[in-house]
C-alpha cells in the first residue's frame, strides 16, 4: 500500500501501520451488510442544476505568473521545477 | 481594553464612539494575544504586518465617515490550511513549514474586504486531519479551559483562540466535524454551514466533497455575522452554490415556537452520563421555549463511520498526492531517482495520521477494490443523505450530541487511531449528507468541561439553526 502511495516507510512503521489499518479495513467491511443494490452513487452533495450550470465563461484571465508559482518550489531554476534525473541518456 | 470580553458589536461601538482606534485595537490585540499563546500553542504564527494595514484601511475609513464593513477593526485568527498571501500557511505539516502562498483564500479576501483584521494563523492536524489537534507538526495545542486536555480536532487552535481570548472570531475548516467537536470541547459556537455555502477557494483540500470553512465566535450572533461576510457564490470555486445569502443576523428573533426537533434515537443510545444529561436539559430549554420535540431514526447511523472513512481517504489520498517534493517547499534530501524523491519526500515529510489516511485511500481506490469499497461507499452517502431528508419531512431541525465525551487528556487517544474515528459518529454524519450543523454551548460536566449540543438542519437554512442556536444562547440551561 505504501509503495502505491508513494510513501517511504521504516521497518517499525510498518510494523504499527499494519495493526492500525486492519483493525480500520475490518470496520469498513461493514458495509457489506447494507443493501445498496437500487441506490445510485452519490458522487457531488448538491446537484439540483445541469452539469455545465456553475461552469465560468471560456474567457482567459491574468494567471498566477512564471515568478510566482515557482516561489515555492523546493528547487527551482530557469523558469521550471527541477527534479533529479528521470531518463538516464 | 479587555481584549477576551470583546465582541463584533463592542468593537464597532468602541471604534464609532472614538474610544479607540482600530490601529490602536490590532496592537493591543496581537500583543495580548502573543503573550498568552505560549500558554495554548493556538497560534502557529502572526500577522502583525497584515494586521495593522487592515486595521489602518479601517481608521482611513473612519476619517472619511464611510460606513464600515461587519466586521471592522475585528481582530480575527485563521486556521494554517487557509491560504493567506504573504502569510506563511502550513497546514500543520513538515512539509509546508517554509510556504509562502501566493494568492488568498476567498473568505479571507471577504472578510477583510469587511474590515476584519486578521491577527495570525491557528494551529491545526496536520492536514486538517485528526479530532484532537494532536497530530500537528508543531506541538498539539492546549485546551485553555484545561490546560492538561486536547481541545479537539482538527481545528482546535481556532477554537482555543476564541475560548482564550486571544481573537475575537475565527475561520475553521470541517471535514467530519473538525469545527464542531473543537467548539464542543472549547465552550465556544462553531458553524459548519452547507456545503458550498462558502467557497473552498483556498482551502487546502483534504477531501473535496466534504470539506468546508466555517466560523468560531463566542456568541451565534457574531457567527452569523462572520458567515454572511464570506458565504456566496464565487467563480473560482465551481462547487460552491448560487443560493442567496440571507442577512443572518436580522432573523435573530427569538421566534422559535412551534418549530419541530428531532431527537434521532440511534444517536441517544449510547450516550456517557454526563454528556446525556447535559444535552437532555439543553432539549428542554427548547421545549420551554416552545419548541415540539419528537425522536426521529437515522436508520443508516450504524454505516456512516465507515462510509465517511471511505470517502475521505480516498479523496485525501489524490488531493495530497501533489506533496511529492517539486513544487511545494520541502523536498527529502539526497535522491537518486525522480522515484525515491517523491517516497522519501512524503515518507519524511507527513506525520503518522496523514500516511495512514493515504495508505487507506489509495487502497480503496485500488484496482480490484475500487467497487467494494468507493462506489459501495457512494452509495451508502446516498442512504444517509435521505435518512436526513426524510427526517426533515417530520421535524425542522434535528438536536444531537457532538461528542460522546468532553475534552480527553493530552496523549491519552493517540495510540487507538479506529477508537478515534468511531468518536466522529455525531458530526460525520451531518458532513456526508452536506446540511448545514453548528454546536452551540450546553454546560459544564462536573469536572468543568464544556460540551457542546449540536443543531442540524436543511440545506442552506442557516436561519432556522442560528434562530434556535441564539434563542437557546440566550434562554441557558434549566437549573
Same mark, same amino acid.
Not at chain 2, 125 to 137: H, I, L
Not at chain 2, 273 to 279: K, P
Not at chain 2, 326 to 331: H, L, N
Not at chain 2, 380 to 391: E, H, K, L, P, Y
Given at each position: 500500500?505504501?509503495?502505491?502511495?508513494?510513501?517511504?516507510?521504516?521497518?517499525?512503521?510498518?510494523?504499527?501501520?499494519?495493526? +492500525?489499518?486492519?483493525?480500520?479495513?475490518?470496520?469498513?467491511?461493514?458495509?457489506?451488510?447494507? +443493501?445498496?443494490?437500487?441506490?445510485?452513487?452519490?458522487?457531488?452533495?448538491?446537484?439540483?442544476?445541469?452539469?455545465?450550470?456553475?461552469?465560468?465563461?471560456?474567457?482567459?484571465?491574468?494567471?498566477?505568473?512564471?515568478?510566482?508559482?515557482?516561489?515555492?518550489?523546493?528547487?527551482?531554476?530557469?523558469?521550471?521545477?527541477?527534479?533529479?534525473?528521470?531518463?538516464?541518456? | 481594553?479587555?481584549?477576551?470580553?470583546?465582541?463584533?458589536? $463592542?468593537?464597532?461601538?468602541?471604534?464609532?464612539?472614538?474610544?479607540?482606534?482600530?490601529?490602536?485595537?490590532?496592537?493591543?490585540?496581537?500583543?495580548?494575544?502573543?503573550?498568552?499563546?505560549?500558554?495554548?500553542?493556538?497560534?502557529?504564527?502572526?500577522?502583525?504586518?497584515?494586521?495593522?494595514?487592515?486595521?489602518?484601511?479601517?481608521?482611513?475609513? !473612519?476619517?472619511?465617515?464611510?460606513?464600515?464593513?461587519?466586521?471592522?477593526?475585528?481582530?480575527?485568527?485563521?486556521?494554517?490550511?487557509?491560504?493567506?498571501?504573504?502569510? $506563511?500557511?502550513?497546514?500543520?505539516?513538515?512539509?509546508?513549514?517554509?510556504?509562502?502562498?501566493?494568492?488568498?483564500?476567498?473568505?479571507? !479576501?471577504?472578510?477583510?474586504?469587511?474590515?476584519?483584521?486578521?491577527?495570525?494563523?491557528?494551529?491545526?492536524?496536520?492536514?486538517?486531519?485528526?479530532?484532537?489537534?494532536?497530530?500537528?507538526?508543531?506541538?498539539?495545542?492546549?485546551?485553555?479551559?484545561?490546560?492538561?486536555?486536547?481541545?479537539?480536532?482538527?481545528?482546535?487552535?481556532?477554537?482555543?483562540? =476564541?475560548?482564550?481570548?486571544?481573537?475575537?472570531?475565527?475561520?475553521?475548516?470541517?471535514?467530519?466535524?473538525?469545527?464542531?467537536?473543537?467548539?464542543?470541547?472549547?465552550?465556544?459556537?462553531?458553524?459548519?454551514?452547507?456545503?458550498?455555502?462558502?467557497?473552498?477557494?483556498?482551502?487546502?483540500?483534504?477531501?473535496?466533497?466534504?470539506?468546508?470553512?466555517?466560523?468560531?465566535?463566542?456568541?451565534?450572533?457574531?457567527?452569523?455575522?462572520?458567515?454572511?461576510?464570506?458565504?456566496?457564490? @464565487?467563480?473560482?470555486?465551481?462547487?460552491?452554490?448560487?443560493?442567496?445569502?440571507?442577512?443572518?443576523?436580522?432573523?435573530?428573533?427569538?421566534?422559535?415556537?412551534?418549530?419541530?426537533?428531532?431527537?434521532?434515537?440511534?444517536?441517544?443510545?449510547?450516550?456517557?452520563?454526563?454528556?446525556?444529561?447535559?444535552?437532555?436539559?439543553?432539549?428542554?430549554?427548547?421545549?420551554?421555549?416552545?419548541?415540539?420535540?419528537?425522536?426521529?431514526?437515522?436508520? &443508516?447511523?450504524?454505516?456512516?463511520?465507515?462510509?465517511?472513512?471511505? !470517502?475521505?481517504?480516498?479523496?485525501?489520498?489524490?488531493?495530497?498526492?501533489?506533496?511529492?517534493?517539486?513544487?511545494?517547499?520541502?523536498?527529502?534530501?539526497?535522491?537518486?531517482?525522480? &522515484?525515491?524523491?517523491?517516497?522519501?519526500?512524503?515518507?519524511?515529510?507527513?506525520?503518522?495520521?496523514?500516511?495512514?489516511?493515504?495508505?487507506?485511500?489509495?487502497?480503496?481506490?485500488?484496482?480490484?477494490?475500487?467497487?467494494?469499497?468507493?462506489?459501495?461507499?457512494?452509495?451508502?452517502?446516498?442512504?444517509?443523505?435521505?435518512?436526513?431528508?426524510?427526517?426533515?419531512?417530520?421535524?425542522?431541525?434535528?438536536?444531537?450530541?457532538?461528542?460522546?465525551?468532553?475534552?480527553?487528556?493530552?496523549?491519552?487517544?493517540?495510540? @487507538?487511531?479506529?477508537?478515534?474515528?468511531?468518536?466522529?459518529?455525531?458530526?460525520?454524519?451531518?458532513?456526508?449528507?452536506? !446540511?448545514?450543523?453548528?454546536? =452551540?454551548?450546553?454546560?459544564?460536566?462536573?469536572?468543568?468541561?464544556?460540551?457542546?449540543?449540536?443543531?442540524?438542519?436543511?440545506?442552506?437554512?442557516?436561519?432556522?439553526?442560528?434562530?434556535?442556536?441564539?434563542?437557546?444562547?440566550?434562554?441557558?440551561?434549566?437549573?
Amino acid at each position: 500500500m505504501a509503495g502505491l502511495a508513494n510513501l517511504k516507510l521504516t521497518d517499525a512503521e510498518v510494523v504499527r501501520f499494519q495493526a +492500525d489499518l486492519d483493525g480500520i479495513l475490518e470496520h469498513i467491511g461493514k458495509l457489506n451488510e447494507i +443493501d445498496t443494490s437500487n441506490i445510485a452513487p452519490m458522487a457531488q452533495v448538491l446537484y439540483e442544476a445541469e452539469e455545465t450550470a456553475t461552469l465560468r465563461a471560456d474567457v482567459p484571465a491574468p494567471p498566477l505568473g512564471n515568478q510566482a508559482a515557482l516561489a515555492n518550489a523546493a528547487q527551482p531554476g530557469a523558469g521550471y521545477f527541477k527534479v533529479p534525473i528521470v531518463i538516464e541518456r | 481594553m479587555d481584549i477576551p470580553s470583546l465582541s463584533i458589536g $463592542r468593537v464597532r461601538e468602541g471604534l464609532l464612539s472614538r474610544r479607540f482606534s482600530a490601529a490602536e485595537l490590532a496592537a493591543e490585540a496581537l500583543g495580548y494575544a502573543q503573550a498568552e499563546n505560549p500558554k495554548t500553542n493556538a497560534y502557529l504564527h502572526f500577522s502583525p504586518e497584515r494586521a495593522l494595514a487592515a486595521a489602518k484601511r479601517v481608521d482611513e475609513q !473612519i476619517a472619511r465617515g464611510e460606513e464600515l464593513g461587519p466586521l471592522a477593526g475585528v481582530p480575527v485568527a485563521v486556521k494554517d490550511v487557509i491560504l493567506t498571501e504573504g502569510v $506563511r500557511t502550513t497546514c500543520g505539516s513538515k512539509l509546508l513549514a517554509d510556504y509562502i502562498p501566493p494568492y488568498d483564500a476567498t473568505a479571507v !479576501i471577504r472578510l477583510e474586504r469587511a474590515g476584519g483584521v486578521i491577527v495570525g494563523k491557528t494551529n491545526c492536524d496536520e492536514f486538517a486531519m485528526g479530532s484532537s489537534t494532536e497530530n500537528s507538526a508543531f506541538g498539539p495545542v492546549r485546551n485553555p479551559v484545561a490546560l492538561d486536555r486536547v481541545p479537539g480536532g482538527s481545528s482546535g487552535g481556532s477554537a482555543a483562540v =476564541v475560548a482564550q481570548g486571544t481573537a475575537v472570531v475565527a475561520l475553521g475548516s470541517d471535514t467530519g466535524g473538525s469545527i464542531r467537536q473543537p467548539a464542543s470541547f472549547c465552550g465556544v459556537v462553531g458553524v459548519t454551514p452547507t456545503y458550498g455555502r462558502v467557497s473552498r477557494y483556498g482551502l487546502t483540500a483534504f477531501a473535496s466533497s466534504l470539506d468546508h470553512i466555517g466560523p468560531f465566535s463566542r456568541s451565534v450572533k457574531d457567527a452569523a455575522t462572520l458567515l454572511g461576510v464570506i458565504a456566496g457564490r @464565487d467563480p473560482h470555486d465551481s462547487t460552491s452554490a448560487d443560493a442567496p445569502v440571507p442577512d443572518y443576523t436580522a432573523l435573530l428573533d427569538g421566534n422559535v415556537k412551534g418549530l419541530k426537533l428531532g431527537l434521532p434515537r440511534e444517536y441517544l443510545k449510547d450516550l456517557m452520563s454526563e454528556t446525556g444529561d447535559l444535552i437532555s436539559r439543553g432539549v428542554k430549554t427548547l421545549e420551554s421555549l416552545g419548541c415540539e420535540v419528537r425522536e426521529i431514526s437515522l436508520p &443508516s447511523t450504524d454505516y456512516a463511520i465507515a462510509c465517511y472513512y471511505i !470517502i475521505c481517504t480516498a479523496e485525501a489520498s489524490s488531493n495530497l498526492a501533489r506533496y511529492d517534493g517539486v513544487r511545494y517547499t520541502f523536498r527529502s534530501e539526497a535522491s537518486d531517482t525522480l &522515484s525515491d524523491m517523491y517516497r522519501n519526500t512524503r515518507g519524511e515529510g507527513f506525520g503518522a495520521e496523514c500516511k495512514r489516511r493515504i495508505m487507506l485511500g489509495t487502497y480503496v481506490l485500488s484496482s480490484g477494490y475500487y467497487d467494494a469499497y468507493y462506489l459501495k461507499a457512494q452509495k451508502v452517502r446516498a442512504i444517509v443523505a435521505r435518512d436526513f431528508a426524510n427526517a426533515f419531512e417530520e421535524v425542522d431541525a434535528i438536536l444531537a450530541p457532538v461528542s460522546p465525551f468532553p475534552a480527553f487528556k493530552l496523549g491519552e487517544k493517540v495510540d @487507538d487511531p479506529l477508537a478515534m474515528y468511531l468518536s466522529d459518529i455525531y458530526t460525520i454524519t451531518g458532513s456526508l449528507a452536506g !446540511i448545514p450543523c453548528m454546536s =452551540v454551548p450546553c454546560g459544564t460536566t462536573a469536572g468543568g468541561l464544556p460540551v457542546g449540543m449540536q443543531i442540524l438542519t436543511r440545506h442552506f437554512d442557516e436561519t432556522t439553526m442560528f434562530r434556535l442556536a441564539d434563542a437557546f444562547e440566550r434562554a441557558g440551561l434549566p437549573a
